[in-house]
T-cell receptor, first 109, second 113 residues
Framework: TQLLEQSPQFLSIQEGENLTVYCNSS?????LQWYRQEPGEGPVLLVT?????EVKKLKRLTFQFGDARKDSSLHITAAQPGDTGLYLC?????????FGTGTSLTVIP | ETGVTQSPTHLIKTRGQQVTLRCSSQ?????VSWYQQALGQGPQFIFQ???????GRGNFPPRFSGLQFPNYSSELNVNALELDDSALYLC????????????FGEGSWLTVV
């Protein structure tokens, strides 16, 4: 059972374009994390959002946590080839994190 | 670099065999979690160890077992390997169990043939 659904599953865009990745759930989470994973490597934490409605910015990346703490979005401005990777959202639930299926992003130079 | 190291990085096993994967947690971290990531999927929680005790388990059969040692390093053991066990196995350490950030190792790729 996948508690977190991510969309789109695959995304291929040109360098310089903007994009948004969505992470949705019917469950409430105390916090939600976004990771980026490159082939052959473990996920690397990008951000943790805790408060409903919270917005965090990390250079060209903007993360938002939904007011009800059930959903989140990741917006990338002016995508670069270095942004290519698998983006995973993960909701904190007790002693584990529930991961989404991931969004595979390819940025074409 | 997260300070979490896993070994081996890649291995191939035959169906029915047993495998042991190892993880050294980040210095000062007493909690280790193991995740299985099948190709094209997000990681799935296997179990967590806190101060050498199992502290929660996901939907995995008993042939998946673990250990945590006094130095907080950890092992994941899988018995009677099945083809579907082929996956990336990720270890993640955290400062403690209270919802802190988890740091992943680079994983162990297991292929069962």
């Amino acid at each position: 059972t996948q508690l977190l659904e991510q969309s789109p599953q695959f995304l291929s865009i040109q360098e310089g374009e903007n994009l948004t990745v969505y992470c949705n759930s019917s469950s409430v989470f105390s916090s939600l994390q976004w990771y980026r994973q490159e082939p052959g490597e473990g996920p690397v934490l990008l951000v943790t959002v805790v408060t409903g409605g919270e917005v965090k910015k990390l250079k060209r990346l903007t993360f938002q946590f939904g007011d009800a703490r059930k959903d989140s979005s990741l917006h990338i401005t002016a995508a670069q080839p270095g942004d290519t990777g698998l983006y995973l959202c993960a909701g904190e639930g007790g002693n584990q994190f529930y991961f989404g299926t991931g969004t595979s992003l390819t940025v074409i130079p | 670099e997260t300070g979490v190291t896993q070994s081996p990085t890649h291995l191939i096993k035959t169906r029915g065999q047993q495998v042991t994967l190892r993880c050294s947690s980040q210095s000062g971290h007493n909690t280790v979690s193991w995740y299985q990531q099948a190709l094209g999927q997000g990681p799935q929680f296997i179990f967590q160890y806190y101060r050498e005790e199992e502290n929660g388990r996901g939907n995995f059969p008993p042939r998946f077992s673990g250990l945590q040692f006094p130095n907080y390093s950890s092992e994941l053991n899988v018995n009677a390997l099945e083809l579907d066990d082929s996956a990336l196995y990720l270890c993640a350490s955290s400062l403690d169990i209270f919802g802190n950030t988890i740091y992943f190792g680079e994983g162990s790729w297991l292929t069962v043939v």
